[in-house]
C-alpha cells in the first residue's frame, strides 16, 4: 500500500508532518510505504538534518502550497503543482491508494468530489473527530466543519454512515447515534435540527436515541463505561 502524505498541509509543516511520517514508517511493514508530496529539497533537507535516509520515502515534488484563507476551487485550479493538488493527481491516477493532509479542509473536499468522486449514494462527504472513552470505547463526532451548513437529508445520511462506520469497523452490533443540539428536548434547536429529529425519530436504518448536549458527550463518556457501544453525534 502506497500511502500519499501532504507535508506542506497543516499548522505546522513540513517540520511536524515529515517528523509524523518517520515516526509511522517505523510503524508500518515493509510491505506499505509513504509517499511524501511536498518541497523535494526541503523534503530531503530536513530528512538528512534527522539523519534519516531519504530513499525510505517515495518523493513527489510539489513546490505550491494550498494556504487556509484560499478559495478551495480558485487555488486548486491556479496551483496544480500544489501539494493537495498533486495528492489528488495522483490518487485519481491509482499511483498511491489514500491521501492524507492537514491542510485546507475546503480544498480536501472539493479535491475529493471533483478528482475522486464519492461513492454512488453519498450526498456529502464528512469529517469526523474521536473522542476517547476510558472503557476503550468511541464516542464520535460525524462531521465537525465539512458541511456548514447541511440540509436534513445530509444529516439523515450521516446518522446511516456513522452507524454502517461503527458496525464494519468498531464491530458494534447496535450504535446509537444522536443529534447533536442545543437541548435534549424534540422540539429545541433551528427548524433544520427539528425536521432532522423528525426523520431520525422514525428511522429503521439506525438507532436513534434522541438530541444530547455538548456536555453529554462527556457525561457519557464517565458513565457508559460497561457498555459495548459506541456514541454517535453529528454537528450541526
Given amino acids: 500500500m502506497k500511502i500519499g502524505l501532504d507535508v506542506l498541509g497543516g499548522d505546522f509543516a513540513p517540520t511536524a508532518t515529515i517528523h509524523g511520517a518517520i515516526m509511522a514508517q517505523k510503524e508500518l511493514p515493509n510491505s506499505d510505504q509513504i509517499v511524501l508530496i511536498g518541497d523535494r529539497e526541503v523534503i530531503v533537507s530536513f530528512l538528512r538534518e534527522e539523519k534519516v535516509d531519504p530513499c525510505i520515502f517515495e518523493i513527489v515534488h510539489a513546490p505550491d502550497r494550498v494556504e487556509m484563507d484560499e478559495q478551495p476551487t480558485k487555488a486548486l485550479v491556479n496551483k496544480p503543482n500544489s501539494s493537495i493538488a498533486v495528492g489528488f493527481r495522483l490518487l485519481k491516477n491509482n499511483e498511491i491508494d489514500g491521501l492524507c493532509s492537514a491542510g485546507s479542509t475546503g480544498a480536501i473536499v472539493v479535491g475529493s468530489i471533483s478528482s475522486v468522486n464519492l461513492v454512488q449514494g453519498i450526498i456529502r462527504p464528512s469529517l469526523p473527530a474521536y473522542l476517547p472513552k476510558e472503557s476503550g470505547g468511541t464516542t464520535i463526532l460525524i462531521d465537525v466543519g465539512t458541511n456548514p451548513d447541511p440540509k436534513p437529508d445530509v444529516l ?22 444522536a443529534l447533536l443540539n442545543i437541548g435534549s428536548e424534540e422540539k429545541k434547536g433551528n427548524l433544520t435540527s427539528q425536521i432532522v429529529f423528525q426523520l431520525m425519530k422514525e428511522s429503521k436504518d439506525f438507532l436513534f436515541i434522541g438530541n444530547i448536549e455538548g456536555r453529554d458527550l462527556y457525561i457519557q463518556i464517565l458513565q457508559m463505561l460497561s457498555f459495548a457501544m459506541v456514541s454517535l453525534a453529528m454537528l450541526y
Fill in 156 to 177: 439523515y445520511q450521516f446518522g446511516m454512515l456513522g452507524s454502517l462506520f461503527a458496525k464494519h469497523v468498531y464491530n458494534i452490533d447496535q450504535p446509537r447515534i
